[in-house]
């Protein structure tokens, strides 16, 4: 990998590396990855060989861009706990790759892991130690949220369902400076506190006081199609509306694409700057809900429910503003009027980079 056409190795101590955040998540417990990264490595190398080259091929500076707080922190449904509990750790370990892929099929399909998870997720987790992590209970009266509480209410029926959270492995196992590069301030304090609970001193750099570029006003418009029953009819009136528009929602299906994308798609997006963004926020679905609920209590966050909000949109208006502010576009944010009267006092609170404006206006 390192030889140009007349045999001259391109490796040297300037050498940077782009790749993914996979590759780095898994670097120290790779193999096959760290012997071919070497510059010496080649095909026929022996074994004995191919360990030293392995053992030589570090990481020394990371800059780990965009992390979520999921890549750090495991986060266990009560019910996934249980079944990695009950299976024999032996029996995943000492056999082949072949026969591991055999057991995953079967364990997915009797239903007791989700049925979307990969079988790399799935081989990760048999090697954790589960005696690591901590059992968390979700309490809905100290982060409560939604419309109503009666014992049916989606938010409220989660409450004191059991997680299992604990930071990974990966971060502290190597030699390797990591810089964690994020523009939100949930991921921020979230990372914080994970190095806090391993006692591992991080050391922070807030740029937030940037004027005159921020707070970035921002028109808030309420329409009661923005809720998982009615998302794509507004999508499809919006785009229909505005041959320059993109929409950046969740619940999107058969309608993302290039016009259409996620709050997790358009991270990081570069091409939307001569844009209009239209942002349709809506209720959490329950897990995500119930996930929130317990990570805000391990790390000690206050209102990770807001924060989460106040991360979507800040990423969100990004698209358009600040930095790639051009003349002439639109950044709208859209919320039914139930969520709006809960959550724009909460976000009003916080130390955003956007401030929300109601108006009666339509943009589309």
Do not use: C
């Amino acid at each position: 990998m390192w030889r140009d056409q007349t045999g001259r190795s391109t490796f040297n101590s300037n050498t940077m590396v782009f790749t993914t955040h996979a590759t780095v998540m898994s670097w120290v417990e790779s193999r096959v990855t760290r012997t071919w990264h070497h510059p010496e490595f080649d095909p026929s190398v022996a074994a004995a060989d191919a360990k030293t080259m392995r053992d030589a091929t570090i990481l020394q500076d990371v800059v780990f861009d965009e992390p979520e707080f999921g890549e750090l922190i495991w986060l266990l449904t009560s019910e996934l706990h249980t079944h990695l509990t009950s299976v024999n750790e032996a029996d995943w370990k000492h056999t082949t790759v072949e026969n591991q892929r055999h057991l995953f099929e079967r364990v997915r399909h009797s239903g007791a892991i989700p049925h979307d998870m990969k079988f790399e997720a799935y081989s990760e987790l048999r090697h954790l130690d589960l005696s690591t992590l901590e059992r968390v209970d979700v309490d809905y009266y100290a982060q409560p949220f939604g419309r109503e509480n009666s014992a049916k209410a989606i938010y409220l029926s989660s409450h004191q369902r059991s997680f299992y959270l604990g930071a990974k492995r990966w971060p502290f196992a190597g030699t390797a400076r990591i810089t964690y590069l994020t523009t939100e301030a949930f991921t921020a304090d979230s990372i914080l506190s994970i190095y806090k609970k391993v006692n591992h001193p991080l050391f922070q750099l807030r740029l937030d006081e940037l004027p005159p570029l921020y707070p970035i006003d921002v028109p808030l418009v309420k329409d009661r199609r923005a809720r998982a029953e009615d998302i794509q009819k507004l999508v499809r009136e919006i785009l229909a509306g505005n041959g320059e528009a993109v929409v950046i929602a969740n619940g999107l299906d058969q309608l993302k694409g290039e016009r259409a994308m996620t709050f997790q798609s358009m991270k990081g997006h570069n091409g939307l700057a001569d844009k209009d963004i239209y942002i349709i926020v809506t209720f959490l679905a329950p897990d995500a809900y119930a996930e929130l609920n317990v990570l805000g209590q391990w790390i000690g966050q206050t209102d990770p429910i807001a924060r989460h909000y106040a991360a979507q949109i800040s990423q969100a208006v990004g698209r358009n503003t600040g930095f790639r502010q051009k003349v002439g576009t639109k950044t709208v944010v859209i919320m039914s009027d139930g969520l709006q009267r809960q959550l724009r006092p909460r976000l009003d609170g916080l130390p955003n980079r956007f401030v929300l404006q109601p108006t009666p206006e339509t943009f589309w």
